[in-house]
Every structure is written in C-alpha cells, then in structure tokens.
C-alpha cells in the first residue's frame, strides 16, 4: 500500500496561504533531540496556559494589568491546548481559529483584534474567511509551528507569527504597539518552543 509522502523542507508553507502579505513579524527556531513526528505530536498536544518562565510569566503579568487595574479580567480558561483549536473548535467560544493542518510537519492558526487596547476586542470569524477578511480597524494574527528534519536524530522547530493590519489607522496603531511588545513576542515564542522542547525529549 503506497502512502503519500511527507511535503520537504522546501515545500509551500500552510502559512504563506493563510496570510502571504504582512508587515509585522517574529520568527524563533529551536534543534530538539527527537524523531520529527514526535516533535510535532508535541507541538500538536501543546497545552499553551501551561507555558512558564521567568521572563515569559512577567510579560503576561504586564500585558493583563490593564484588566486586573479595572476589574475587567475574564474568567480563565481551564486549558489552551493546540489540538482543540482543531479537534475541538466550537464558534465563539475563545478567538483563535485553525486555520490550516499538514499533518507531521505544520500546524497554522490565527485570531482577528484590536490587541492595541488595553483590554483586546476580539472579532469572531469563521476560519474560511480568515485570509479574505478585510473590514477596517483590525489586525490580522496568524502563527505556526512548523517541523524539519535536522540530521539524523534531531529535528528543527520553528514557530513564526506574523500581522496584517486591514487599513493605514489600523496599522499604525499595530505600530506603536508592536514597538513596545515585538521583545515580548520572541520572549513568548521562545518559551513556548522551550516548552515543546522538554516534552519531545521526555518522550
């Protein structure tokens, strides 16, 4: 029985299609010591609330003062894992999207928000609309994990996320704030990659 074989290193991105034009963006790496597929099973079965270190934990403080300062924190949600935004999506129940799956090699998902406010509007669409969205004032957020091999025992991960903003006002809003934040943003990457890192290993 023949099987389709896995896309290389220099296939198209998921990625590419889901947002291919975009002004703002980070992109982290990391080699880890296990098979690609079990790098990606780990990534997949990421539980994202349960990402900690020091520096990670005191960017996350920073960004929800402006919440806790008026009362406005929402009520937590008991898990984050990657796999429910595609196994598990139910409409408006929290605003990241799936937006795209090649299984064993990249996962793709994305929100809509004013995240320049101190307490983010989110903006609900359905997954299908997501690379066509164009309504003024919002910014465009799409991330992915994506897994190389590397060698003969290792693999390569890497998490990008990227920004479009849909009109001039909005985009240099997303500006300002990028400014501030975009050294948090690797902060976060890194330690989500550190994160998917420890479990792959332990497997």
Known sequence: METEP???ICSPLLLDGVLPRFRFARLETMAIAASPDTVFDAARGLDLLSVHAPLFDAVMWVRGMPDRLFDRTPPPLPSMRV???FDLARKGEQPWLPL???PGRELVFGAV???????IEWRWISPEDFTAFDEPGWAKMAASFVVHPYGQ???LLSYEARTACTDPE???RFLRYWTLTSSGVGIALRATLRAVK???EQR
Do not use: M, N, Q
């Not at 928000?113 to 307490?119: E, H, L, N």
């Open 100 to 102: 795209g799956e090649v």
């Open 153 to 155: 025992r290792r693999a």
């Open 6 to 8: 896995k896309p290389s």
């Open 113 to 119: 928000g004013k995240v320049w406010r101190p307490s």
């Open 170 to 172: 909005s985009t240099a």
């Open 83 to 85: 796999a429910d935004l």
């Open 198 to 200: 420890a479990d792959a």
